[in-house]
Each structure stands twice: as structure tokens, then as C-alpha cells.
């Protein structure tokens, strides 16, 4: 009896640590994550790049955005923010889509965090070597830490880097259970995320675990980086927009920040009474008050007002 | 909440019944916390057990206090999280060397959010409460080492919390020294 408890038992075991391969059920028609819809940026970099596009800029001082989107979503996340600054007219903006993203489920899997980053270094390198000599950093939720990991890691020639502006980052995500996705995730093989209406053909529906382990890791190595202090550059300054709160990026994310930038002088942390993650995309959501027009005009003017 | 007090009860309600024959001893040392995915605190421990005649009951109570400023925050600009709990412990095979073990927890966790966040209003205080499984050992001079991994299932934080930094899963090694042999 005892020998086969102990089988059943170690059957069981076996079965449940068994990597899971399963592809989810994919929907080509609407879904990101199927072969048939792919982000703009992939069909059109002209019109979301500016290396790509190469406008006749006659002065270079001419102050850039490069904007960088979160984990599982694109160059949508961006596109309000991307009008305004167009219909503006003081600066310049380029929307960066990171590596591994806005492709099918089996591109997205396959991608590390440093994939995820290469497109923004490529961007940057290229603006600067294009002559532009008043860069800023824009990032959105994971794009966070993918922008302080290339600045703190000396990825980026910073000498033209004015302002970094971060938009709800992820240091601490608000699942605490991320932590284990390296012990659970090959048994799941993917999770699901629910999606409005609008948001359909944006962002992966599905979530494969490597790719989530790859957002623990980048997180991990932030806070580690932030628990031995990262100093900011003397020509760049920080700002970090934080909801008070938010159900992806822990609001404690901006203490970790707060605490771990050591030269205080350059940052800026300022808390938004909002309760939405990535408060300034507005577009594809189902309930937008106005509240929540007024608060992303407000900060997209603030955000122009750094240049 | 109710589970600890039930608890407590239990105990109270043994002592009181077999008071002549029993006799405490208390342990007193050290516990290194390290939660999956953040930091690690390290603090002390006391427990509470109970002796009748020659063999042990198979239970104690303690408590444990420990803090992240001498873990991961010493010395690095790592956020100052202070853990206070209190614990009812079980003890299988309690007469015997290696000896497995269950926990309840029950406690406190304040995390110091800075200067600025805090000015704002913002004040990190969760009430938690969490499962603990593992083996005790006993160890030559009066020493012990309990060896655990854990997970809280239960966090309810302040409404004036901002965010979380409570995670779900932690290990724990203890070290302790029996005062009272």
C-alpha cells in the first residue's frame, strides 16, 4: 500500500512539474497574439520613428521624445501622448516598440528583457548620431525600468539625455505572487490578462510565463540596483508620476525609487489621485470620466513644460 | 484573528489542567527571514515551551521580531520594514531529535515609506497572518534550529497604505537557546 501511495504520489509530482507547451486559444481575428495583427510600428517605422523617418530638422536643439511603452503592450499605449506633442509643435517625438513585442505569442515568448530593451538603446544611439542634442526618455510602467537599467547600467552615452519621465513604474509588481513564476509558471504555461473592448488587437491577451519571469527579473534587478543606489547622471533629471493606486505597478514602487536615487536633487516624485494603470492612455478604455481628460492634459502640459 | 485566540485558549486551558506536573522552559535567539522576491529580515525570536515530567508537550508560543534595517536595508538605501508577530508552534515526534513542525502566525508589519511619502500621509501598516512548515533540530549545548518556509495568507493593510510590500512566501531559519534547562 505504502509503495503505491509513494508512486501515485511521485506520478502526481512528475506531472505537475511537467513544463506545460499548451498554446492559448488565440483569436487571429482580434488578438495581438495571434499571426494576422501586428503593432503599426512594424508595417509603418516611418511614422513612429525618427531615425526611420529622418525629418528635415534644420536645428537639432530641438528637443526629442522617445517614448517607451509597458510590458505586453505597443506603441498604442503612446499615441495620445504622440498627437499632442505633434500638434504642439516645440518638440519632436519618436515611439519606440520594444523587442519581442507587438508580433505573435511565439515572438513574444521567445524575447528577454534585454530584446525587450534594444530597440530603445537603437533608438537613442541613432537620434544622437543623427545629431540631436536634446534627447528625453519617456517610459511607461515597465518601460521604467528598462529605460533606469540602460542608464544605470552606462548603455546610453548620456551626454544629450535632459529629462527621464516615468509614468506609473513597475519596481514592485502589485501580484506579489510574480515572485514564484519561475516555480509555478512551468505548470500554468501562460495566464490570461481580461482586456476592454478598445484595448483588443493593443496588448498580448496571454501571457506566457517566460515572459513573465523575464518581468520579475528586470524588476529584481531594479530593486536590487535601487537597494545599492543608483546615481543620476549631473545633466539629467528624474520625474515620476506614480497612481496612488494600481493594480499592476505597486504604488510602493515609488518609495523604492524615492529611497534609491541618491542624488535627491535631480527627482521629482509627484502621486496622482488616480486609480489607473498608466493614467495618461486614456484611448481603449471603456469608462474615461472627466476627470481623467483633465488630469492627462495637465500632465502632458507639465511634461512639455520640462523641455 | 479568531484562530490565534482559539489558540492561546487551547493552551491555557492544558496548563491550567496539568499545572503541577509542568514546567516551562524558554528559548531565546535569533531568525533570518528572507521573503520570495524582497528583502530579508533578521531579528530575534523567544518561544514558550512546555516540559511534563520528562518528555515535551508538543507545542509553545513565541514571538518573533524582525527588521529589514539589519537585513537588507543595512546599509543600503533599502526601505526600513519592521515585522512583529506572534506564534503558536505544534510539534510532531517532539521527544526526538529532528523533530517537523507547523506554525500560525499572527502580526504586524510597518514599513517606512520616507520622508516624503510619509509627509504626504502615507503610512505602510498591514496586519498578517501566515502558515509556517518545516523541521526543528535539536542541536549539542542547549541549542535548537527550527528551518521553515512559509506563506502568508492573510494581509490586510491600513487605509492609508500606499501600495503593499508584503510578499506571500517567505524561508526562515531560526536559532535558539534554551534558557531554562
Redesign the interface.
Known amino acids: 500500500m505504502k509503495l503505491f501511495i509513494y508512486l501515485s504520489l511521485s506520478i502526481c509530482l512528475f506531472t505537475a512539474c511537467k513544463k506545460s507547451e499548451k498554446l492559448p486559444p488565440i483569436d487571429n481575428a482580434i488578438d495581438l497574439d495571434g499571426t494576422t495583427i501586428n503593432d503599426s510600428s512594424i508595417t509603418y517605422p516611418e511614422k513612429f520613428l525618427l531615425s526611420f523617418a529622418k525629418p528635415s530638422v534644420p536645428d537639432k536643439s530641438k528637443p526629442v521624445f522617445i517614448a517607451v511603452h509597458g510590458f505586453t503592450a505597443t506603441t498604442f499605449e503612446w499615441l495620445e501622448f504622440k498627437n499632442f506633442v505633434k500638434n504642439n509643435g516645440n518638440a519632436l517625438i519618436s515611439v519606440v516598440l520594444l523587442g519581442g513585442h507587438g508580433r505573435d505569442y511565439t515572438d513574444f515568448k521567445k524575447a528577454t528583457w534585454e530584446d525587450w530593451q534594444a530597440p530603445i538603446i537603437k533608438e537613442y544611439n541613432d537620434l544622437r548620431a543623427l545629431g540631436y542634442t536634446n534627447i528625453s526618455l519617456i517610459g511607461s510602467s515597465t518601460g521604467c525600468p528598462l529605460l533606469l537599467e540602460a542608464i544605470s547600467a552606462n548603455k546610453l552615452n548620456t551626454d544629450v539625455l535632459k529629462n527621464v519621465i516615468f509614468i506609473d513604474p513597475i519596481i514592485?509588481p502589485?501580484t506579489?505572487?510574480?515572485?514564484?513564476i519561475s516555480a509555478v509558471g512551468p505548470a500554468l504555461g501562460y495566464s490570461s490578462s481580461t482586456m476592454e473592448q478598445g484595448e483588443n488587437g493593443f496588448w498580448y491577451k496571454y501571457r506566457p510565463y517566460q515572459a513573465l519571469e523575464q518581468l520579475?527579473s528586470i524588476t529584481?534587478i531594479m530593486?536590487k540596483k535601487?537597494?545599492?543606489?543608483i546615481t543620476l547622471p549631473d545633466n539629467v533629471s528624474l520625474t515620476v508620476y506614480k497612481a496612488?493606486k494600481?493594480g499592476a505597478a505597486?504604488?510602493?514602487?515609488?518609495?523604492?525609487l524615492?529611497?534609491?536615487i541618491?542624488n535627491k536633487e535631480k527627482l521629482k516624485?509627484t502621486?496622482i489621485n488616480s486609480e489607473l494603470h498608466v493614467f495618461t492612455r486614456l484611448k481603449g478604455r471603456n469608462v474615461i470620466t472627466p476627470e481623467d481628460k483633465e488630469l492627462q492634459k495637465t500632465i502632458f502640459n507639465e511634461i512639455l513644460s520640462k523641455l | 484573528m479568531k484562530l490565534a485566540i482559539t489558540c492561546i485558549c487551547i493552551i491555557l486551558a492544558v496548563i491550567t489542567n496539568a499545572q503541577d506536573s509542568i514546567k516551562p522552559t524558554i528559548e531565546l535567539g535569533i531568525r533570518s527571514q528572507k521573503?520570495?522576491?524582497?528583502y530579508t529580515v533578521n531579528g530575534i525570536t523567544a518561544e514558550y515551551r512546555f516540559v511534563k515530567s520528562s518528555s515535551k508537550l508538543p507545542f509553545g508560543v513565541g514571538m518573533n521580531m524582525t527588521f529589514s534595517k539589519l537585513g537588507?536595508?543595512f546599509n543600503?538605501?533599502?526601505?526600513s520594514v519592521n515585522h512583529y508577530d506572534a506564534f503558536f508552534a505544534y510539534y510532531f515526534r517532539s521527544a526526538k531529535k529532528l523533530s517537523p513542525t507547523l506554525r500560525v502566525n499572527a502580526g504586524y508589519e510597518r514599513?517606512n515609506?520616507?520622508d516624503?511619502?510619509e509627509g504626504?500621509g502615507?503610512h505602510?501598516k498591514a496586519f498578517i497572518m501566515g502558515l509556517e512548515a518545516g523541521v526543528s533540530y535539536k542541536l549539542p549545548y542547549n541549542l535548537r534550529a527550527i528551518a521553515t518556509g512559509g506563506y502568508n495568507f492573510l494581509v490586510v493593510n491600513n487605509a492609508a497604505s500606499?501600495?503593499?510590500?508584503?510578499?506571500?512566501?517567505f524561508g526562515q531559519i531560526s536559532l535558539v537557546y534554551n534558557l531554562k534547562k
Open positions: 514592485v502589485s506579489k505572487t510574480l515572485a514564484l520579475n529584481q530593486r535601487l537597494e545599492d543606489g496612488k494600481d505597486d504604488p510602493i514602487s515609488a518609495a523604492l524615492y529611497n534609491g541618491t516624485v502621486i | 521573503y520570495t522576491g524582497f537588507s536595508a543600503s538605501n533599502a526601505l514599513t515609506l520616507g516624503y511619502l504626504l502615507y505602510n500606499f501600495g503593499s510590500s508584503v510578499y506571500p512566501v
